[in-house]
């Protein structure tokens, strides 16, 4: 069953005056990663979840989208303690694409990735589990495509997908100085442990 998978990332004594270049920092990783070098749409949100958002914009895909420092600019022009603000970027990866008839291929994939920067007050403290970012990778089926057939062509594209995104994970810690990261998923499951029964099952 496939499971939300999510990078927090953590840095010390952080100030909400710092969350800019920060998340600049993330957002920019993203090009050298297999991401779009533009931010595809920007939502504010204030004091929790369950509050409608502040401000919220969409400036489209691709090379219609915003450069990571506008967007940010725009949004955090609402700089406050209690706020989230979460961008939306593309991030490619392998999935095999199926068609009408016994033919498929594998194709690099579009999805819209979630970054969120939490204000310390946003929602009691959330940042405290969640991260002072968060990354929303969506779900992990790219990861190990549990109902497709195990042969060598998937093993090689998932193996690239995981290596993707091992690779962005270790990226935006290093280049953000993050002092603690967790990649975790939303029903608590290890896509390590996850993935070692995936490919025993294809041996």
């Known amino acids: 069953m496939a ?9 010390p004594n952080l100030r909400l005056a710092a969350l800019p270049d920060k998340l600049a920092t993330v957002l920019s990783t993203f090009a050298a990663h ?3 070098p533009k931010v595809y ?9 369950h509050e409608a958002p502040v401000f919220q914009r969409v400036y489209g895909y691709a090379t219609e ?9 725009e949004a955090l022009e609402l700089l406050h303690d209690d706020y989230a603000y979460e961008f939306q970027i593309g991030w490619y990866l392998w999935e095999l694409e199926e068609s009408g008839n016994l033919d498929s291929r594998w194709v690099r994939v579009q999805r819209l990735v979630r970054v969120t920067a939490f204000g310390p007050l946003f929602d009691e403290g959330t940042y405290e589990q969640e991260g002072h ?3 929303d990778f969506g779900p992990d089926a790219p990861f190990l495509e549990e109902d497709v057939e195990l042969d060598e062509t998937a093993e090689q594209h998932i193996a690239q997908n995981i290596r993707q995104l091992v690779d962005l994970t270790a990226a935006v810690e290093k280049a953000s100085g993050a002092t ?17 029964a995936r490919l025993g099952q294809g041996n």
Do not use: F, H, M
């Not at 915003?66 to 600019?73: L, R, S, V």
């Open 65 to 73: 989208g915003a450069e990571p420092k506008q967007a940010i600019e």
């Open 133 to 135: 970012i968060r990354i």
């Open 180 to 196: 603690a990261r967790l990649l975790w998923s939303e029903l608590g499951e290890s896509l390590a442990q996850k993935l070692a």
């Open 41 to 49: 749409a920007v939502t504010v949100w204030p004091v929790n979840w």
């Open 34 to 36: 297999g991401g779009d």
């Open 3 to 11: 499971d939300a998978l999510y990078l927090s990332l953590w840095y």
